[in-house]
């Protein structure tokens, strides 16, 4: 038998509550081995029960660190002080918003400069801030008549070229993006050591040119990549066949912020203007300094087990990082995960629906799109009708202390 870690902070100490749980599984691994398990191609054909075929052909990213803390975070609301150290006071209006008045905005515009920005801060826990800014010298102020949509060709962040300059005329690049998210919104939170990754990225050649990048923060080398109630996303009672607990109508929002599109799309106009909206994480204690891991075959087997079920119909990508739980003191806990990125039927013996206008169209936009999670510590599939009320709840921490006992 092995003990089971609670996810605990208090300001000055971290007491550990012990208590009995299942017997220690077979075999556990460290990060530096699951990254050389990992390191393949997952191509294969499946067939489930009801007959269809499933194609698999994705290469699992994960990132390239020497350990996997369990970490304790905090949101905090963004302070005024913040935005007006980076653009003077003389040159920032400030207002509250005439539909939301939790919403503050902060109006910049530098004439000598002749540069503008505007900062939305809500002043409730969990909701997002908005960030724009447009150096008005260089803004391309070509016109069109054509309705034009942040669409066009979507790549993964192990498949596009980041140094690449994918717009004719211009030398910017994705990396360019990433680089630019990362000084100008880092200046906003000095004290969040912010590193933005991209997790997606797409090209989009309007009249002012834009790569739309997917952000995700980075906590000592790792990515957040989603809140535990996302895999409930998108779903109904009747699709579920229950009645959602009442946990599960915020999910989990309020704590950390919203990981869903077009949330963290990092707008990149390759005139030097940006615009998103997100809320990063400040990490206050990591936990755990390091933990094990289950083998990457266990997970694949979990992930085989969804789709010969009839579950999941495409794997699209296998991404390794972090997903935000709750303690039972209502803290933010960082817990390692697999997020499978799928497209996913609660009711497996639905059939999917294919529609000639979404067949070229965003992986992350389909309409039975879903951002699943298997436990990296127990290769264990996380399905929301089985956790229910225990949906937002850190899964048990095992340390490497528990697995040698």
């Known amino acids: 038998m092995f003990k089971k870690i609670p996810a605990l902070m208090l300001l000055c100490a971290i007491p550990w509550v012990i208590g009995m749980t299942k017997p220690v599984r077979a075999e ?3 990060i530096n081995e699951l990254q050389t398990e990992a390191n393949i191609e997952w191509k294969k054909d499946y067939v489930d029960r009801y007959g269809r075929t499933v194609s698999v052909d994705v290469t699992p990213i994960i990132p390239q660190v020497d350990k996997v803390p369990i970490q304790i975070m905090e949101n905090q609301i963004l302070p005024v002080e ?11 209006q400030e207002e509250i918003d005439k539909i939301d008045e939790e919403v503050v905005i902060l109006h910049y515009l530098n004439q000598e400069r002749n540069e503008r920005g505007a900062v939305y801060i809500c002043q409730e826990g969990g909701k997002l801030v908005l960030f724009e800014y447009d150096d008005l010298n260089t803004k391309i102020k070509k016109t069109t008549t054509k309705l034009e949509s942040f669409s066009g060709i ?5 498949e596009v070229e980041r140094l690449y300059p994918y717009f004719d005329g211009y030398d910017f690049t994705v990396q360019d993006s990433i680089d630019c998210a ?3 919104l880092g200046k906003f939170f000095p004290d969040y050591n912010l590193d933005l990754d991209i997790t997606w990225a797409m090209i989009v050649p309007n009249t002012r040119p834009c790569y739309v990048c997917t952000l995700r923060q980075k906590i000592d080398g790792i990515p957040i990549l989603m809140g535990a109630g996302d895999i409930a996303r998108g779903t109904n009672e009747k699709e579920m066949g229950f009645k959602f607990p009442k946990s599960w109508k915020t999910k989990g929002e309020e704590y950390w912020g919203g990981f869903i599109r077009p949330l963290w ?8 203007g940006y615009q998103i909206q997100f809320r990063p994480l400040k990490k206050i204690v990591s936990l755990v300094d390091d933990v094990p891991l289950c083998t990457f075959d266990e997970v694949i087997s ?12 495409n794997v699209y990508e296998m ?4 997903c935000c739980y709750l303690d039972e003191n209502g803290q933010i806990v960082l817990y390692p995960v697999w997020q499978i990125e799928c497209d996913y039927f609660f009711n497996p013996k639905e059939e999917q629906k294919h529609y000639a206008e979404m067949e070229d169209g965003q992986v992350t936009l389909g309409l039975d799109y879903h951002t699943m999670i298997v436990n990296a510590q127990t290769g264990e599939f996380m399905n929301p009708a089985d956790l229910k009320d225990n949906l937002l709840k850190c899964p048990d921490i095992i340390t490497w202390n528990d697995i040698t006992r």
């Open 28 to 30: 556990y691994i460290g």
């Open 82 to 92: 913040n935005v007006l150290n980076i653009y003077p006071q003389s040159m920032v």
């Open 154 to 158: 979507q790549y993964c962040s192990n």
């Open 182 to 184: 990362n000084k100008a």
């Open 265 to 272: 799309d990092f707008i990149a106009y390759v005139d030097g």
């Open 302 to 313: 979990s992930v085989e087990k969804q789709i010969e079920h009839g579950n999941i119909r």
């Open 319 to 322: 991404r390794f990082g972090y």
